[in-house]
C-alpha cells in the first residue's frame, strides 16, 4: 500500500475568515444519501486537506462555485420546513473553513426549525477541532451529528455507512460535548 499523505493544519492555522470566498458549489434538495432520512444538503466551496482519491475534488478551490445569498438561504429554510425533511447536511468542500457562511445558516435553523437535525462532514478529527478557533467550536455545536476524519484510499471500504473510509467516525456531537469524549452514533450500522 502506498503512504496516504494529506494536508494537516496545525490548531488555528486555516481561518475561516481569511480562507472563505463565501461561495457554495451546490445545494442539493430533497436526497436521500447526505445523512439519515430526507436531507436539504449544501456543499460549500474550499478545502485544504486534499486527501488524494476525494470523490469531490471540484470543491477544493474556495473561488469555485456561486456566490452563497440571502435568496438561497431562504430557499433552504423553505425546504426544510416540508415535514418529509429530517434536516440539513454540511459538506464541500469544508464546512469548518466557511464557518462565516454556515454558522448564520445553523443558528437560523436552530431559531427556525429547532426540530430539525444538523448534520456535517469534515476533515478535520474530533480531537483536532477540540483545538481549534472559536468559530470551528461555535459551528461544532450546533451540530447532532459529525462524520470526522480525513479521506484514507487505504482504508476506503464501500459498505460503510455514511462515510467512505474506515478511519471515519460518524460522532453524536451533543452527546461528545456533554460527556467530554468521543460517543459514536447509536444507530451506526456494524
Known sequence: MTEQTWNNPKPGEWKSEELSQGRIMDYKAFNFVDGEGVRCSLYVSGCLFHCPGCYNVATWSFKAGIPYTKELEDRILADLAQPYVQGLTLLGGEPFLNT???LPLVKRVREELPDKDIWSWTGYTWEELMLETSDKLELLSQLDILVDGRYDKN?????LQFRGSSN???IDVQRSLKQGQVVIWERLEK
Do not use: D, P
Not at 155 to 159: T, Y
Open 155 to 159: 482504508k476506503r471500504n464501500l459498505m
Open 168 to 170: 471515519q467516525r460518524i
Open 100 to 102: 462565516g457562511t454556515v
